[in-house]
């Protein structure tokens, strides 16, 4: 034992100072590592814009359909068996255009028949009246009695209402015959055909949809949470969805009471008292209408919206140029661009790009943005 005890202890000695040394270099590695990495650590660099209010309006604009104010339906006023159909769907036709015709033959005879009658009432009268002249003269005379001059009296006005009775006859037999005859009444459009040639139809059995030229309406269905609490405005801009450069000032001249159950809007009718020639019936047009400008609000970029707890917000950037999530209302989002109500005051920094990057409390490198969407330093 005591030639191993004399070994042993220089051993351990020399192995704690080994542990010593190796651990000199290892403290010294990692103390370089640790000063390397604070002296490269540098600012997160992001853009920002000085938020500035501004008078906003919301534009809406919705599809709708041309079509006629007044529309009618055209039928014969008398029946019979449709000879000949002049027009179809999508024609064009002036006042007096003749559209359709019956068969004439029973209303020609019908005429026949009453200008027969007519000439039969004209030679009764004629007798009668000579009768009653005569009767006249003798009476005057003394050489007839006043029984028989009433008589004749009586024969000459009974003739003369046969006669009037058998011209109304024939006026009405006339306006038959014409009847077989369907002509327009205004100039206008055809939008439907309900006849054909050999048909035979009744009185006021619909032949022809129609709708008259001049004033028309731009019809659209809006959701109705637009009509509510919404002041009308005073005129709308229409403009052909083919053709936008063609367009026309419109009013409101009727809003449905009823609601569609299956689409949730409501039917409104744009009146158009002087439209276009190239806004025909059947055209897709589009309705603008801007609101008022009374509201005022912040225009940012749409880059600068983040979300805190579920509710927008965004990054306004302190005087120690450090930036703070603060939650932001929205007043309504277009394109590029979100217009905010409250959350953020004029003059007040906010991150745009490089947002999703900003620790709240780091430091930043802030580069204003430029108005084309870029950077300037």
């Known amino acids: 034992m005591r030639f191993l005890l004399p070994a042993w202890r220089p051993c351990r000695r ?3 100072r080994s542990w010593l040394l ?3 270099p290892v403290c010294l590695a990692l103390s370089g590592c640790g000063e390397k990495e604070t002296a490269t650590a540098e600012p997160q660099p992001v853009a920002y814009v000085t938020a500035e209010t501004r008078a906003i309006s919301q534009t809406v604009s919705l599809t709708g359909e041309i079509a006629a104010r007044n529309s009618s339906t055209y039928s014969f006023e008398t029946g019979g068996r449709v000879t000949d159909v002049f027009v179809d769907v999508g024609d064009q036709v002036a006042s007096g255009t003749v559209l359709a015709k019956i068969d004439p033959t029973d209303q020609q005879a019908g005429v026949a028949a009453a200008k027969a009658a007519v000439q039969s009432a004209e030679a009764q009268l004629e007798n009668a009246t000579a009768s009653f002249n005569r009767q006249k003269q003798l ?7 006043r029984s028989d001059y009433d008589s004749a009296a009586a024969q000459q006005t009974s003739a003369q209402s046969t006669l009037d009775s058998a011209k109304a006859d024939l006026t009405n037999a006339e306006k038959d015959l014409s009847n077989t005859v369907l002509r327009a009444d205004a100039a206008g459009v055809i939008t439907s055909r309900e006849v054909d040639p050999g048909q035979v ?6 032949a022809f949809g129609f709708a008259r030229s001049g004033a028309e309406d731009a ?3 809006i959701q109705e949470q637009l009509l509510i609490g919404n002041k009308k405005p005073d005129s709308i801009e229409v403009s052909l969805v ?3 450069s063609v367009k026309a000032r419109g009013y409101i001249r009727e809003v449905s009471p009823l609601i569609d159950s299956s689409t949730g809007t409501v039917e409104v009718k744009i009146g158009i008292d002087n439209p276009p020639p190239e806004m025909t019936l059947g055209s897709a047009v589009v309705g603008h209408e801007t609101g008022e400008t009374s509201r005022q609000a912040v225009s940012l970029p749409w880059e600068a919206l983040m979300v805190k707890g579920g509710k927008p917000a965004v990054w306004v950037v302190d005087e120690a140029g450090s930036a703070k999530l603060t939650p932001i209302e929205v007043a309504a989002y277009q394109t590029g661009t979100i217009l905010v109500a409250g959350g953020v005051e004029a003059g007040e920094r906010v991150v745009t790009a490089g947002s999703q990057l900003v620790l709240p409390g780091a430091a ?3 580069v204003q943005a430029s108005s084309e969407g870029g950077e300037r330093r």
């Not at 009476?139 to 009695?145: A, H, I, P, R, Y």
């Open 14 to 16: 020399a192995l704690h």
């Open 22 to 24: 190796a651990g000199v």
């Open 139 to 145: 009476l005057s005379s003394g050489f007839t009695t």
């Open 201 to 206: 139809v009744s009185a006021a059995q619909a």
């Open 219 to 221: 019809i659209f269905q």
């Open 242 to 244: 083919s053709d936008p």
């Open 364 to 366: 930043l490198d802030l």
